[in-house]
T-cell receptor
């Protein structure tokens, strides 16, 4: 069983569209994250949820909205996609906030045309 | 910014040689972690070193931490082709979040 799974793995869409990426973890962790990795491999934290509550919301445009229906799931919805949103988005989870090992999904590569 | 910065950006060595990569950060931390990312894959945790530790070993990996210089190094001994990957350090200045840099891209030539 995959510990942290993301779908879809690849997403190609037009500017202006709305898309979602789903993430699920079966590790029993209570904290989940979204990271964005750009073309230079810089990995930037976007959001962090602990027990379905938002803890961290780094300087991310309002077009990005995370939703955590339960502590095993953290989905990312993106409105009005822009070219600059093209990146690989990683979901991760950990037990507790900070100080613990992060478990990453395999990433979702988003290409905006 | 709070992210770690890895150096060098790219490193190419022969199989069997040792690989050393460095990480510098800007604020005090609770601990520092190293991760590996194979091409097209997610990051995998390698090792965690706490702020009160100076050195830690795990198999062929050796990590050092110098909090006075705000730097850490990752040494991979007797490198193998399978070690080819990008390596990232992650710091948690607030005890709440981990911040990454752009990584060191390591190529091990068979």
């Amino acid at each position: 069983d995959t510990a942290v799974s993301q779908t879809p793995k690849y997403l190609v869409t037009q500017m202006g569209n709305d898309k979602s990426i789903k993430c699920e973890q079966n590790l029993g962790h209570d904290t989940m994250y979204w990271y964005k990795q750009d073309s230079k491999k810089f990995l930037k934290i976007m959001f962090s949820y602990n027990n379905k509550e938002l803890i961290i919301n780094e300087t991310v445009p309002n077009r990005f909205s995370p939703k955590s229906p339960d502590k095993a799931h953290l989905n990312l919805h993106i409105n009005s996609l822009e070219l600059g949103d093209s990146a690989v988005y990683f979901c991760a989870s950990s037990q507790g906030t900070g100080s613990g090992e992060l478990f990453f999904g395999e990433g979702s590569r988003l290409t905006v045309l | 910014s709070q992210q770690g910065e890895e150096d060098p950006q790219a490193l190419s060595i022969q199989e069997g040689e040792n690989a050393t990569m460095n990480c510098s950060y800007k604020t005090s931390i609770n601990n520092l972690q190293w991760y590996r990312q194979n091409s097209g894959r997610g990051l995998v945790h390698l090792i965690l070193i706490r702020s009160n530790e100076r050195e830690k070993h795990s198999g062929r990996l050796r990590v050092t931490l110098d909090t006075s210089k705000k730097s850490s190094s990752l040494l991979i001994t007797a490198s193998r082709a399978a070690d080819t990957a990008s390596y990232f350090c992650a710091t948690d200045p607030t005890g709440n979040q981990f911040y990454f840099g752009t990584g060191t891209s390591l190529t091990v030539i068979p």
